[in-house]
């Protein structure tokens, strides 16, 4: 379910308007490209839904 949310154009791979698009939605609108790209390259590549649930899970277990 919260990957569906955050891949806004549903292809699969969550980008950085795709988390652009979520922040705007939740009222934080002057997100930085800066954190956005931190957070993207935590993925090491393209951030698929298997990629999604590894990074989710590492930040629930600390």
Known sequence: QAFG?????????IKKQDLKE??????????????LDEM???????INFTVFLSLFGEKLNG
Do not use: F, H, M, S
Not at 5 to 13: K, N, P, S
């Open 22 to 35: 979520t922040y705007a939605q939740l009222g934080k609108l002057n997100v930085k490209d800066e954190e």
């Open 5 to 13: 949310c955050i891949d806004q154009d549903r292809d699969g791979v």
């Open 40 to 46: 993207l390259n935590e993925g090491k590549g393209p």
